[in-house]
């Protein structure tokens, strides 16, 4: 059930929902998502659902993995870092790792983000950066600001924090919770303030702060 057939049939699955970008498609084919779920779910890991990971928290669905890195490249340019918040059990960080060349992540829930640092060090991603910390905060104390957010939490409104480290002309992705719905929404730092896009309709747990 982890079979390169198996991960070729996700591939397909993708395309036919929209996600063109080559890039993408070929690192979601090669990063093995068995690796982070647990072992009575491996055999499921390459069906386009979420799935459970513990403390109330998902693995989430290969599309929206795919979908929301689609997005962070979609602009012209070559980003250099991107900041994730919600390190979850790591995929889409490892994901993102297999893109960007830098990456950093943040967890607020610890036990997550033990596993998540093992698995990633096993999987020889040298070039991330973890912190367990209060995901609403961002990374702060940084000399430089981020070419991309990506949030895998939904929040009810954009924390001013993450937006003041998101550089001019960079782009944050992330599902937003407007009370009735939770959209996927891409949003640009422009020069004139932030442009946001509204997309299609998602389910993500909710962006909580402190810490577990």
Request: proline share 5%.
């Amino acid at each position: 059930m982890t079979s390169q057939r198996t991960r070729d049939r996700l591939i397909n699955r993708l395309q036919q929902q929209g996600i063109d970008n080559e890039q993408v498609l070929d690192v979601m084919r090669r990063v093995p998502r068995h690796i982070f779920v647990d072992e009575a779910l491996a055999h499921r890991a390459y069906e386009d659902t979420a799935l459970p990971i513990g403390y109330g928290q998902t693995i989430s669905q290969p599309y929206i993995v795919a979908q929301m890195t689609q997005l962070l490249l979609q602009e012209d340019g070559t980003p250099y870092s991107v900041l994730e918040i919600g390190t979850g059990c790591g995929y889409q960080t490892a994901i993102l790792a297999s893109i960007f060349p830098q990456v950093y992540s943040v967890e607020r829930i610890e036990a997550l983000y033990q596993q998540a640092r093992k698995r990633l060090a096993e999987l020889e991603f040298f070039n991330v950066q973890l912190r367990h910390t209060d995901g609403t905060a961002g990374w702060p104390n940084l000399s430089y600001h981020f070419d991309r957010i990506i949030m895998t939490a939904a929040c009810t409104e954009i924390p001013e924090a993450l937006v003041a480290q998101l550089r001019p002309g960079g782009v944050m992705v992330l599902p937003f919770d407007d009370g009735r719905d939770q959209t996927m929404t891409k949003i640009t730092r422009s020069q004139e303030g932030l442009v946001s896009e509204t997309l299609e309709r998602v389910a993500f747990v909710p962006l909580l702060p402190g810490l577990e």
